[in-house]
């Protein structure tokens, strides 16, 4: 009976031991609860698409893609800590095709100061 106690008691410690050093990941529905709550909204207003744990040479953290009233939304939340490391909306991918559409406009029109510059130098080159 002894040995039983005995085995019981080490075997106690050590699952005791090996969770002291692993820190505790917030979970999936704190991170659910955390994007949605940035946005104003509760989880339950939110269509998730993707939420899954990725675990990269960043770290560990909760990747989610969700829409609420038709917009896409896409996040990072650190598993430890529950910060949100990266967030995006489909209104900043929108943001950065304008500003790559009017840079790509401008060079088509001429403004482009590779363009000024190749001009100068066929001028140069002809005389």
Same mark, same amino acid.
């Given at each position: 009976m002894? $040995?039983? @106690?005995?085995? &019981? ?16 990941? @917030? ?10 709550s940035? =946005?104003?909204?509760?989880?339950d ?8 744990l990725?675990n990269?040479?960043?770290?560990? *953290? *909760?990747y989610?893609?969700?829409? $609420?009233?038709?917009? &896409? *939304?896409? *996040? $990072?939340?650190?598993? &430890?800590? %529950?910060?949100? @490391?990266? $967030?995006?909306?489909?209104?900043? =991918? !929108?943001?950065? /095709? ?5 840079a ?5 029109? %001429?403004?482009? @100061? =590779?363009?000024?510059?190749t001009?100068?130098? !066929?001028t140069? /080159? /002809?005389?």
């Amino acid at each position: 009976m002894k $040995k039983v @106690i005995s085995y &019981l008691f080490c075997l106690i410690m050590m699952f005791a031991f090996a969770s002291c050093g692993k820190d505790a990941m @917030i979970g999936m529905d704190k991170a659910k609860d955390k994007v949605a709550s940035d =946005i104003g909204a509760v989880v339950d207003d939110v269509e998730f698409a993707v939420n899954e744990l990725v675990n990269d040479d960043d770290g560990d *953290y *909760y990747y989610l893609k969700f829409k $609420k009233d038709g917009k &896409l *939304y896409t *996040y $990072k939340v650190d598993a &430890l800590s %529950g910060d949100i @490391i990266e $967030k995006n909306s489909d209104d900043d =991918i !929108q943001d950065n /095709t304008d500003e790559n559409t009017l840079a790509s406009n401008q060079a088509e029109d %001429g403004d482009s @100061i =590779i363009e000024e510059d190749t001009s100068e130098l !066929q001028t140069s /080159t /002809t005389k």
